[in-house]
């Protein structure tokens, strides 16, 4: 262990050993801060205090006699990302269909396959290696799209798994599109509420999950007015994946109608909708959540991302890494996926015209993976920002590291030079959950083996 491990070490430390005192104070100092508040900006040289689970002050020079110091000298301070949307029981299957073709395939394989077979360990182990894995590349609040709620123990692992990983995470929870369950959903979800969502000021939340439409399930998964009645009931948010083309925006419509879009309903992908469809979202202050790589690789739809229509709309959406079957686990790729191809497709349109092109930038695409993710979370004045007030949320990103150095636009490193390795430190609710690197709190060795036998348990459960 060298002088810098040694150090570090000896600051975690002094943290866990004052953890149990809500008073506890951390300071950083001397980082670059990127804090994504309009009113703040960037930092080039500042320090960020916490105290407690929340942030206290940002600020040049501050000074506290009692805090515990982190020197963060060479290090850009950022919010931690928000994943707006991940099928996080998958996750023992990641890669397991990197080539799939459509929805039909993955929704075969997947939801009519593999899923049937899960037992409530297996939605512990998957969800839990998903949170971790956020963890470990700067995602601090997760949306778990849990669609796969057989019963209400499978809904209790999943929770479970959540709370035991310490990330800031959204249950939403649905009832499984094909094979036998108990048909306790949506009736289970005042239990859940009850049980596990009883404060507003807690880590974990929960919100219905639903489809857009009922040509894959059945309308028992469909949002409708039902649904709506049961979300208003608990008064918690809405997800809403699937929504596709003309029969969602048709939906759309609908929902408008019968007064049950808000902004505390999200659409999930939001491709091919129609520009009546959008209008309709934005004068609801209905979110949106995109999954760029999913739209893209797996070719969902038009197979690209709706980011152009969002912002036409005066939507600005949050990102979601979706399912690790086939795609990436980590917001850089989504951030960097969006960029690539909403700037690509803004050339093209305008070559040849004179027009000049409307390109998005490396600070939209971190305002999508941080504060409008939190904002379509439900979450906006909790965390997405490093705003005083705000829980604390953050990561600290090595910005000498080899391949970030030398550090001349912090938010431009983040977004285009930054991966995981470079994420030295994680906090959520101002808990460190990675430190030097490593997540805390992991047995790899235990967890690995733990994930290898859940995987064996589906592949011979759905070969038999």
């Not at 940002?58 to 009692?66: E, H, K, N, Q, R």
Request: glycine share 8%; aromatic share 4%.
């Amino acid at each position: 262990m060298n002088a810098d491990d040694t150090a570090s070490a000896a600051v975690l430390e002094q943290l866990q050993r004052r953890s149990a005192d809500p008073q506890r104070r951390i300071l950083f100092t001397g980082a670059t801060i990127v804090t994504m508040d309009p009113a703040l900006g960037v930092l080039d040289r500042g320090d960020l205090l916490v105290e407690g689970d929340t942030i206290a002050a940002v600020g040049p020079a501050l000074s506290t006699d009692d805090a515990v110091v982190v020197e963060s000298t060479g290090t850009i301070l950022a919010p931690g990302f928000v994943d707006t949307h991940r099928h996080a029981w998958e996750a023992q299957l990641r890669r397991i269909m990197p080539d799939v073709d459509d929805l039909a395939g993955y929704v075969m394989a997947t939801l009519a396959g593999y899923a049937p077979a899960y037992r409530p360990e297996d939605m512990y182990i998957g969800t839990k290696l998903a949170a971790l894995t956020a963890i470990d590349s700067g995602i601090t609040c997760m949306l778990d799209f849990s669609h796969n709620s057989r019963s209400a123990e499978h809904s209790d692992a999943a929770i479970q798994a959540l709370l035991d990983t310490g990330i800031r995470g959204v249950h939403a929870s649905m009832g499984p599109h094909f094979g036998d369950w108990d048909r306790q959903w949506p009736g289970d979800l005042r239990r859940l509420k009850n049980q596990y969502f009883s404060s507003n000021d807690q880590l974990l939340t929960l919100r219905v999950a639903a489809l857009a439409t009922d040509e894959i399930a059945g309308p028992a998964l469909t949002y409708g007015p039902d649904l709506a009645r049961v979300a208003q009931d608990l008064d918690i948010g809405v997800s809403v994946d699937a929504v596709f083309g003309t029969s969602s925006s048709e939906a759309v419509l609908r929902w408008a109608k019968e007064g049950i879009l808000n902004p505390g309903v999200t659409l999930i992908h939001a491709t091919g909708l129609t520009t009546e469809a959008w209008k309709t979202m934005a004068a609801t202050g209905t979110t949106v959540a995109l999954a760029p790589t999913s739209d893209a690789q797996i070719g969902l739809e038009t197979a690209i991302p709706a980011i152009d229509e969002a912002l036409s709309a005066g939507i600005r959406p949050g990102l979601s890494i979706d399912v690790e079957v086939a795609l990436a686990s980590d917001m850089f790729t989504q951030m960097r996926a969006l960029h690539a191809i909403q700037r690509m497709r803004a050339v093209n349109a305008s070559y040849g015209t004179g027009r000049p092109p409307s390109r998005i930038t490396t600070h939209d695409v971190l305002d999508f993976a941080t504060r409008q993710g939190a904002r379509t979370n439900g979450l906006e004045s909790m965390t997405g920002s490093l705003t005083p007030g705000k829980k604390a949320d953050l990561q600290i990103i090595q910005a000498e590291a080899l391949n970030n150095m030398p550090l001349n636009d912090p938010i431009g490193t983040v977004v285009l030079g930054s991966d995981a390795r470079n994420i030295s430190a994680v906090l959520i609710n101002g808990e460190p959950r990675k430190w030097n690197g490593h997540v805390l709190g992991v047995d790899l060795p235990a967890l690995r083996n733990e994930v290898q036998a859940s995987r064996a348990h589906l592949l011979s459960a759905t070969t038999r």
